[in-house]
């Protein structure tokens, strides 16, 4: 997917991913990771989620990446929040208490974007890339995110000849394949959700399963 195809998504308003609450999995599932609060967390292909104002609300700082500006303006708009803003090499930092949103495209950030990142949070960043983009996702990922950082992950699997993505499918062997290096790979749970998703149904799908995945470091 090129950066186009994502700013002409929020420049229209088409954001069906977009959630107007808090994630049920994210609220069910984070507490069980037993992370410290003083750690910072990573959203990556954040849009505006109402995510990062819960894991800011458990005592967490939070910083993001999102290629769209409207995105990042809107987040903190609608959060009552008036960031700070500075420039961060070809990224924009928008800063307001403990949430960072870095305005700008995943592979422009560096390493000291992402110095203080003690754990990840990734719903729908991964599905968002198209397969040949996601081996890409995954080595950028390993070189910044700090090594000791767990991750939770939030995922879809159908059958991708049914439906053209985004969203794309993610087999639990491709979450191996792009991760098994690093991290020891546990799936929590998994969900039927085709019930809750009848644009999916009537876009052919005949099966839909949300995964909720843990990802250890290694050693
Ligand atoms: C499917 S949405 C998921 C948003 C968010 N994680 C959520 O749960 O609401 C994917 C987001 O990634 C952003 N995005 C896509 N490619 C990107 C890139 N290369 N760098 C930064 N953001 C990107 C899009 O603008 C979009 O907001």
């Keep these: 997917m090129q950066p186009e195809f994502w700013l002409e998504r ?97 592979f422009d950030l560096n390493t000291d974007h992402l110095r203080e990142v003690g754990a990840v949070y990734d719903r729908a960043s991964l599905i968002a890339l198209p397969l040949e983009l996601r081996p890409q996702y995954a080595a950028h990922f390993k070189a910044l995110v700090p090594s000791a950082a767990p991750s939770l992950l939030i995922t879809l699997d159908y059958d991708q000849s049914q439906m053209a993505g985004p969203p794309f499918s993610v087999h639990r062997a491709e979450v191996e394949q792009l991760f098994a290096d690093r991290y020891a790979i546990t799936e929590l749970a998994s969900f039927d959700v085709l019930d809750d998703s009848p644009n999916f149904r009537r876009r052919g799908l005949t099966a839909l399963a949300e995964e909720v995945w843990r990802l250890d470091p290694r050693g």
């Design 10 to 106: 929020w420049q229209r308003g088409e954001t069906g991913w977009h959630l107007p609450e808090i994630n049920l999995h994210l609220r069910e599932f984070w507490p069980r990771l037993g992370l410290p609060s003083t750690l910072q967390v990573f959203v990556p292909l954040c849009g505006k989620t109402l995510d990062l104002l819960w894991l800011a609300s458990q005592g967490h700082r939070v910083i993001g990446v999102e290629i769209s500006r409207r995105a990042v303006e809107e987040f903190f708009a609608e959060a009552g929040l008036v960031p700070e803003i500075t420039e961060a090499g070809p990224l924009r930092r928008y800063r307001a208490d403990e949430i960072t949103l870095l305005c700008g495209d995943f």
